[in-house]
C-alpha cells in the first residue's frame, strides 16, 4: 500500500467503514423501492446462482445501454475461445430487468457489489473469474484494487470520461491514476478521453472506436418482413424511432408536407413508450393525417399516410423496411437515443441537438456523413421533411456498412488482445 498515493490509502482504510454502513443504506433504498427484493443482497456479495464449469470473463458496466454495447465483444470473445462463459454486471435496477431477456449463450447478469472488502471477497471467491473488463464511466478503485491482488488479468475498454468527469477526478488524481495503473489494457473510445488517460500520466491508454458500431443488427421476423415488403411495394418508407412528444411534433409536420407532395411517402412513427398511442393518435388526426395502428392490426392502405408501429420489439421490421430515419429523443431535451441499430442496418439518420447521451457517436457519425442535424426550432420540419426528399442513397448505405465492419474488425482485434491477456497469466 506504501507505492500507493495518499488519496488511494485514505480510501482503502475507509472501505471498512463503509462495509458496516452499507447493509443499513441498501435495507433504506429497499424500503423506498429503489432495490430489488430478489436481487439486493448481491450488492453485498451474495451470489444468486451457482459459478458455471470452465473459463469465465466477469465484465462491468453500469447501466442497460452500456451493458447491450458490450454484446459485439462478448460475440468476439465466445468466438475465439468457444464455450467461454461470461459474468456481466451492473449497477443500475433498471439494466437487470432488461438484460436478462438480451443475454448472449453462456452469459449470466448479477448486480455488482458495493466496494467493500468483505463483499467483494465473497464475490471474487465464488465467481473466480479468469479475467475482469469494466467499461464506459464506472469505476471502483477498491473492487479494481482487490481484483488486481488476486493476480486476475484487468481490463477497462469502451472506456469514456467526460469534460465533467475529469474535472471531478482531477481534485482526486491520484486515486485514479492509481486504479488505472493496474489495469494491463485500457482503450479509450474517443481522442478526449485518450487525452484526459495521457494527462494521468496513463501513456499505454489506446485509441479503440465505441463498440456499438460492432451489434449484431436487430432481429426481424422474416415472414412477416416478406409480408410488409409485399403490403407496402411502390412505397417510399421513412422512420422516427424512439420518439417523444416534440419529435412527434416535428415528423407529423414533416410527413405532411412530404406527402401532399408524393402521396408515396409513408411514415412509420415508433413511439419510444407505446403506451403514449392515444395521445400520438390524437396528434395525427388533429394534424389531418390518415394511419394505421399497428397494435389493433390496421392495414396500410394506399392513401395511409402514418403506420403508427405502437408495438414492442419490432424496431429491426421497420428499419428493414425504411430509406432513411430520425432518431428521436434528440428534441425533447432527453440526450437522445441509440442511433448504431439503424446504422447496423444501412440506414442514414437524422436527429435534433440533443444528444448528449451519445455525444461521441453522433460526432463520429455526422463525421462519416451518416447522421444530419435538425435545429431546435421552428424549421425543425421543413429540415426533416428536406433530408427525406433528398434521399442519402445507396453510397450513403455502403458508408454505413463499411463503419460497421471497420468496428467488428476491431472488436475481433480487441477480442483477441483481452484472450491474450488470460493466457498470459497462466
Known amino acids: 500500500m506504501n507505492s500507493f498515493s495518499l488519496h488511494m490509502r485514505l480510501y482503502l482504510v475507509l472501505r471498512p467503514i463503509f462495509q458496516v454502513l452499507a447493509p443499513g443504506v441498501l435495507k433504506r433504498r429497499l424500503k423506498a423501492g429503489k432495490e430489488d427484493p430478489e436481487r439486493f443482497r448481491e450488492k453485498m456479495g451474495e451470489a444468486t446462482r451457482a459459478r458455471p464449469s470452465g473459463d469465465l470473463i466477469w465484465m462491468h458496466a453500469v447501466g442497460l445501454g452500456e451493458l447491450l454495447a458490450l454484446r459485439p465483444l462478448i460475440t468476439a470473445l465466445q468466438k475465439h475461445a468457444p464455450g467461454l462463459n461470461v459474468l456481466l454486471t451492473s449497477s443500475a435496477r433498471s439494466s437487470a430487468k432488461v438484460i ?3 443475454l448472449p449463450a453462456n452469459t449470466y447478469h448479477q448486480m455488482l457489489p458495493l466496494d467493500a472488502p468483505k463483499f467483494f471477497a465473497q464475490f471474487l471467491d465464488h465467481w473466480r473469474p479468469d479475467m475482469s473488463i469494466w467499461s464506459e464511466q464506472d469505476m471502483w478503485p477498491g473492487a479494481v484494487h482487490d481484483t488486481a491482488n488476486r493476480g486476475i488479468p484487468l481490463a477497462y475498454v469502451n472506456s469514456r470520461i467526460s469534460a465533467a468527469s475529469h474535472e471531478k477526478r482531477g481534485r482526486i488524481g491520484g486515486l485514479y491514476r492509481d486504479t488505472y495503473r493496474l489495469f494491463d489494457l485500457i482503450t479509450a473510445q474517443d481522442e478526449r478521453t485518450l487525452a484526459h488517460f495521457h494527462a494521468l500520466g496513463i501513456s499505454s491508454a489506446r485509441l479503440v472506436p465505441s463498440l456499438k458500431p460492432a451489434a449484431e443488427p436487430l432481429h426481424a421476423d422474416v415472414e412477416e418482413l416478406a409480408r410488409l415488403e409485399r403490403a407496402l411495394a411502390g ?28 402521396p408515396s411517402r409513408l411514415l412509420i412513427l415508433t413511439p419510444r413508450l407505446p403506451d403514449r398511442r392515444s395521445d400520438i393518435a390524437q396528434a395525427l388526426d388533429a394534424a389531418g393525417l390518415s394511419f394505421a395502428q399497428r397494435s389493433v392490426g390496421d392495414p396500410v392502405q394506399g392513401d ?3 403506420l403508427l408501429a405502437d408495438s414492442f420489439g419490432e424496431l429491426g421490421l ?3 423496411l425504411a430509406e432513411t430515419a430520425f432518431i428521436g429523443g434528440s428534441l425533447s431535451g432527453v440526450g437522445g437515443h441509440n442511433p448504431w441499430e439503424a446504422i447496423c442496418l444501412g440506414l442514414p439518420i437524422m436527429s435534433g441537438p440533443d444528444t448528449q ?4 457517436d453522433y460526432a463520429v457519425l455526422q463525421e462519416a456523413g451518416l447522421a444530419s442535424r435538425v435545429p431546435k426550432d421552428g424549421s425543425s420540419a421543413q429540415t426533416i421533411a428536406h433530408v427525406v426528399e433528398n434521399e442519402l442513397g445507396s453510397d450513403m448505405r455502403e458508408k454505413a456498412a463499411a463503419l460497421v465492419s ?15 491477456l488470460t493466457k498470459a497469466s497462466q
Open 100 to 102: 436478462g431477456n438480451n
Open 235 to 262: 412505397r417510399r418508407v421513412w422512420v422516427a424511432a424512439s420518439t417523444h412528444v416534440e419529435d412527434e411534433a416535428a415528423v407529423i409536420a414533416a410527413q405532411a408536407a412530404l406527402f401532399a407532395k408524393d
Open 304 to 306: 395511409t399516410e402514418v
Open 318 to 320: 421497420w428499419y428493414r
Open 357 to 360: 447521451n451519445f455525444e461521441t
Open 406 to 420: 471497420n468496428a467488428r474488425e476491431e472488436t475481433d482485434r480487441l477480442a483477441r488482445d483481452l484472450l491474450n
